[in-house]
């Protein structure tokens, strides 16, 4: 038992319920290793959603208003880090759910299946995969002809670059969510939230929902919003955002350096 | 099987040993996790062992040589990442080797006197522990009435930074090996080396040995080396060193960033 006092008390629940996700047979033993990758980046941006993390959110959410269809991927992680959230954005933006597996067995698809249909999910795609994404040497290039196949836009969080690198070459937008602003998937995505996908996912449904709410009072007045939310994507810089978010990083690491000395 | 020429070849082997110890009962989940964290600090370091940590193991082995009492302490993920020269480095110095476990059991505590053992130890502390430091939560207040609890100097790696604070109260020194150096365990210690385990410990085994061949020389020739590894130990910087390490950092992170954008 950790006791609440400790000052890193939150991070440590999190890692037990991926703990507890690996004897659920969700998480694989690579992905905990992952998500310590991911802490140490997450500890350098403060733990936050950093200002260039919420500009890469509000352009994700007018991705993902604007796309036909909006396919959202999950992973052991994520299934065990947001599988809430994750149901809530797919409801909120009308994207299908899709169960995708660097390390994949029918039993993990399925168990993570169980988990969103948990949280509420109606349908999770992927656990039956009949097409293939050429480029992809690992079992995430097995996707479901109703899903990611078809898709337009895709959100991947925790992924690796291959993949991105392919999905993006099929003509797809691809939204990441990784704490790593340097990863191979960073720097080929669409657009990329530098963030912890437990603090973003929540985020995005937030402005997600912001922006239908708006676009329904456009549409009342007869008014549309959609260019608006194209115009906002085309602006967006990825790389340049990513070049914030290192230097948020940098300024954090000395900002803490200098704390320490007083 | 990883192929020998995979980029990440050597990464990839260290995963696979830590993986190998979680299903020998050595390492915990936990420790996966931690290790990842130190993958993702150890990879803006550069991979390799920078100047600032190699003047921070100049100054560690200066303590050791110093010491009276010295003790390593041993947890699950450096058992499994460097006990042969963890055993060589307690042999070079006159040390004690200490289990010391955040999750401990019996069982664990056991299999790591084994390792160690086969790797040539003759004798491993804190496997029945009786003694308890103050000031720590968890099950790593237990130590050996004959070794961390008599210690004037530990040495600990893969730390928290509770029992690092604990130990610094109670008047010991403490050599902290964290690729972090931002973890509260690095602005603790007396000395904090930011280097990867598996490199720094044979380096510190290779100081240690050079400062004890010169003071036997020394004492051959009635000179006394113990001043001048005391001006070398009250001379070193912890905090200025931390913030070179933090340099580094930041120096790599740009180029890398730069490099990406060519």
């Known amino acids: 038992m950790i006791s609440k006092h400790h ?25 905990l290793i992952a998500h310590g990758r991911g802490e140490a980046f997450d500890y350098l941006l403060g733990e936050k959603t950093t200002g260039p993390a ?44 899709e169960v995708n597996l660097f390390y994949r067995s029918d039993r993990r698809a399925r168990k993570i299946e169980e988990t969103l ?3 509420g999910a109606d349908r999770v795609y992927g656990v039956s995969p009949t097409e293939v994404i050429d480029g992809i040497a690992s079992e995430r290039r097995m996707v479901d002809k109703e899903g990611i196949f078809k898709s337009d836009v895709v959100l991947v969080a925790l ?23 340097l990863s191979r998937t960073a720097r ?10 437990i603090r973003a996912v929540p985020e995005l449904v937030k402005e997600v929902r912001r922006l239908k709410n ?27 955002n990513l ?20």
């Open 117 to 119: 249909i948990e949280h």
């Open 7 to 31: 000052p890193r008390y939150e991070s440590i629940k999190v890692r037990e319920r991926l703990v507890d996700g690996h004897k659920k047979g969700i998480t694989v033993l690579e992905g």
């Open 214 to 240: 708006a676009q329904e009072r456009g549409g009342r007045d007869g008014g549309d919003l959609s260019s608006d939310l194209e115009m906002m994507v085309s602006a967006f810089d990825n790389q340049k």
């Open 243 to 262: 070049g914030e978010s290192l230097e948020v990083m940098c300024r954090n690491i000395f900002k803490e350096y200098s704390f320490s000395e007083e």
């Open 54 to 97: 919420s500009n890469a959110i509000r352009a994700s959410a007018a991705l993902l208003v604007l796309a036909e269809c909006p396919v959202i991927s999950v992973n052991g992680n994520t299934a065990v880090l947001c599988p809430q959230g994750l149901v809530e954005l797919a409801e909120v933006c009308n994207a299908k759910l």
């Open 188 to 197: 080929y995505a669409t657009v990329t939230v530098v963030d912890n996908v």
């Open 159 to 181: 992924e690796d670059g291959d993949r991105t690198e392919a999905l993006v070459k099929q003509g797809k937008k691809v939204i990441a969510v990784d704490l790593n602003p």
